[in-house]
């Protein structure tokens, strides 16, 4: 079965700095998927940036990042430059094939980032 | 834009009753999922479905089933709903492939 650890329920960061949240999983997959997700407080679920288990190279997306090590099976998501906008839930998330084509996406129980002034 | 919708963001149900609980994409997508998010324990999986009507079980089908009559649709049913059962409940689709999944804004389900 896959599992998603993610070990810090909240975290706080200073307006400007950059952030790591963890990540760890669990399969026994060779092919699978990684994301991160935003939810802010209006519920909605947003995408933020996607790493394949073959990708060689970290995923980025403008101030996200996705620091990949396969080897120890962590996908920690640094935010860089934080804003009080990035107060939110965070969610690491893992895709595998479950047969006839499809995918099954397997959350963590997130992260709450809250940013301070 | 492209567009998951959930018919309720808010409902309110007495113990007991059938809940439908009703979601539409317009994308296309082959897969769609149910899941509910409960405080400290994330989104967990209940079921999802790959074609029209198939359905899969996920980590938590207990006391809910599904329906996929048609591609765009997918019901989640709660046969008799429990208090324990008051959640928010998100559904997201995606296409084949195990990426681009799009999700819907919630339905807050109060079971009382």
């Known amino acids: 079965a896959q599992k998603i650890t993610q070990t810090q329920p909240g975290m706080f960061v200073q307006e400007k700095e950059a952030v790591t949240l963890d990540c760890t999983y669990d399969?026994?997959?060779?092919?699978?998927?990684l994301f991160w997700y935003k939810q802010p407080s209006s519920g909605e679920m947003i995408f933020l940036i996607y790493?394949?288990?073959?990708?060689?190279q970290n995923a980025t997306e403008g101030r996200y990042s996705l620091n990949f090590q396969k080897a120890r099976k962590s996908a920690n998501l640094v935010i860089s430059a934080s804003q009080l906008g990035d107060s939110a839930m965070y969610f690491c998330?893992?895709?595998?094939?479950?047969?006839?084509?499809?995918?099954?996406?397997?959350f963590g129980k997130g992260t709450k980032l809250s940013v301070i002034p | 834009d492209v567009k998951v919708t959930q018919s309720s963001r808010y409902l309110v149900k007495r113990t007991g009753e059938k809940v439908f609980l009703e979601c539409v994409q317009d994308?296309?997508?082959?897969?769609m999922f149910w899941y509910r998010q409960d405080p400290g324990l994330g989104l967990r999986l209940i079921y999802f479905s790959y074609d029209v009507k198939m359905k899969e079980k996920g980590d938590i089908p207990e006391g809910y089933s599904v329906s996929r009559e048609k591609k765009e649709r997918f019901s989640l049913i709660l046969e008799s709903a429990s208090t324990n059962q008051t959640s928010m409940y998100l559904c997201?689709?995606?296409?084949?492939?195990?990426?681009?999944?799009?999700f819907g804004s919630g339905t807050r389900l109060t079971v009382v």
């Open positions: 399969t026994s997959d060779q092919s699978y998927g």
């Open positions: 994308m296309d997508h082959e897969n």
């Open positions: 998330a893992m895709t595998t094939y479950s047969g006839a084509g499809s995918y099954q996406l397997t």
């Open positions: 790493q394949g288990s073959y990708d060689e």
């Open positions: 997201a689709s995606s296409p084949t492939g195990g990426t681009g999944y799009t």
